[in-house]
């Protein structure tokens, strides 16, 4: 798992709706990278839901997310608009899980992304990053609100 104070690696990913998301474009915010193991699956399912519920709050708290797995961009546009997400869903598809690979969080075996969450700041640098124990366990909400509060490492 990436470690915080280490840059944020380089990617460019596809969202749900055919826009390209680099880490250039998130220059200058701070955003929250949500890791997940797949669309549909019913954990995956509640995690982002319980997202969808506190955005509002998250982004006036001056954070943007962005949900990354390994499925495509025309899974993600069905899963948003079946659980009505407005977040955007980054495709890691095509090398399949290499950006979750940059980040520490692939899981070779099951070839998927580990659920984890990963603030980056508007430098570019990781400011906090969690993995949850168990592909089962849900990362709550608490936990970006946590970290939100946190300083910025210096």
Same mark, same amino acid.
């Given at each position: 798992?990436?470690? &915080?104070?280490? &840059? ?5 990913? &596809? ?16 955003? %929250? ?16 839901? %319980? ?17 990354? /797995? ?17 977040? &955007? ?35 570019? %640098? %990781? ?6 124990? /168990? ?20």
């Amino acid at each position: 798992m990436i470690a &915080p104070g280490t &840059p944020a690696p380089d990617f460019t990913l &596809p969202d749900q709706d055919g826009n390209t998301v680099s880490l250039a474009d998130l220059k200058g915010q701070t955003t %929250v990278l949500v890791f997940y193991p797949l669309d549909f699956s019913p954990v995956c399912t509640d995690q982002l839901n %319980v997202y969808q519920e506190v955005l509002a709050d998250i982004e006036a708290r001056g954070a943007k997310l962005y949900g990354i /797995s390994v499925d495509s961009a025309y899974a993600h546009k069905e899963f948003a608009a079946k659980g009505n997400l407005t977040m &955007p869903l980054l495709a890691d598809f095509h090398p399949k899980g290499e950006v979750a690979k940059k980040f520490g969080v692939y899981i070779e075996e099951r070839g998927i992304a580990g659920r984890a969450l990963v603030m980056i700041g508007p430098d570019g %640098v %990781v400011r906090w990053s969690y993995v949850s124990p /168990s592909p089962l366990e849900i990362p709550g909400a608490n936990l970006i609100f946590d970290a939100l509060e946190e300083p910025a490492a210096a």
